[in-house]
């Protein structure tokens, strides 16, 4: 994927063509006075991630694991009362 920076002025003039050049999988950055402003980027489902480029780009890094929870001890239900856990530590 490419990156085109573009002033407003030629965004103005060549909006559709720009828009295309966005569809077909490339990034527009427009800038305002030199200083970025805003992007036309590929639309989500348009054949590429935002995920894949950020991997792609060493940006993002993928999980590891697969992400189910692993069964961790048994927790207790019987917890002491707050108030005889504050009386023993204040003594």
Request: hydrophobic letters at 45%; glycine letters at 10%.
């Amino acid at each position: 994927m490419t990156t085109r920076v573009v002033g407003v002025r030629e965004l103005r003039s060549a909006l559709a063509a720009l828009v295309r050049t966005a569809g077909s999988g490339d990034r527009v950055l427009v800038t305002v006075s030199g200083r970025p402003v805003a992007a036309l980027v590929p639309a989500a489902g348009a054949g590429t991630s935002a995920v894949a480029d950020l991997v792609a780009s060493g940006q993002l890094e993928l999980p590891r694991r697969d992400g189910t929870p692993v069964p961790g001890e048994p927790m207790s239900v019987h917890a002491p009362r707050i108030d005889r856990a504050v009386r023993e530590v204040r003594g």
